[in-house]
């Protein structure tokens, strides 16, 4: 099993960046895929970004790419989100989820979604027009 904590949230102006950590505790962290989700009041819960154990490949959606940075530190057990030009629309609570010895297309459908068994807290991102 692994936990998650998730840190960095905040509210920025439309524009800004911020980078969103997510310290795991527990074994064989080496071996999890890893996401981001985000969700709004009112939406579905979407994926923002996933990395792959086996390869570390990345995906991200249409919304988010070119923008966001997804990247893992295995030796120290915590993934990050590098979040730039953000925009009022990023505004939603984002949780770090971890998928155990599974591999991440980005499709993020329902089946992706529910790879993903371990879920921290959320952080709330506010992003202001």
């Known amino acids: 099993q692994v936990q998650l904590v998730e840190s960095g949230g905040g509210s920025v102006q439309s524009g800004g960046s911020l980078r969103l950590s997510c310290a795991a505790s527990?074994?064989?962290?080496?071996?999890?895929?890893m996401a981001w989700f985000r969700q709004a009041p009112g939406k579905e819960r979407e994926g923002v970004s996933c990395?792959?154990?086996?390869?570390?490949?990345?995906y991200y959606p249409n919304s988010v790419k070119g923008r966001f940075t997804i990247s893992r530190d295995s030796a120290k057990k915590t993934l990050y989100l590098q979040m730039n030009s953000l925009k009022p629309e990023d505004t939603a609570m984002y949780y770090c989820?971890?998928?155990?010895?599974?591999?991440?297309?980005?499709?993020?459908?329902?089946?992706?979604?529910?790879?993903?068994?371990?879920w921290g807290q959320g952080t709330q991102v506010t992003v202001s027009s």
């Open positions: 990395i792959n154990w086996s390869d570390g490949s990345t």
């Open positions: 527990g074994n064989s962290y080496y071996y999890y895929t």
């Open positions: 989820s971890a998928a155990w010895h599974t591999y991440c297309s980005g499709s993020f459908d329902t089946k992706e979604q529910r790879q993903f068994a371990y």
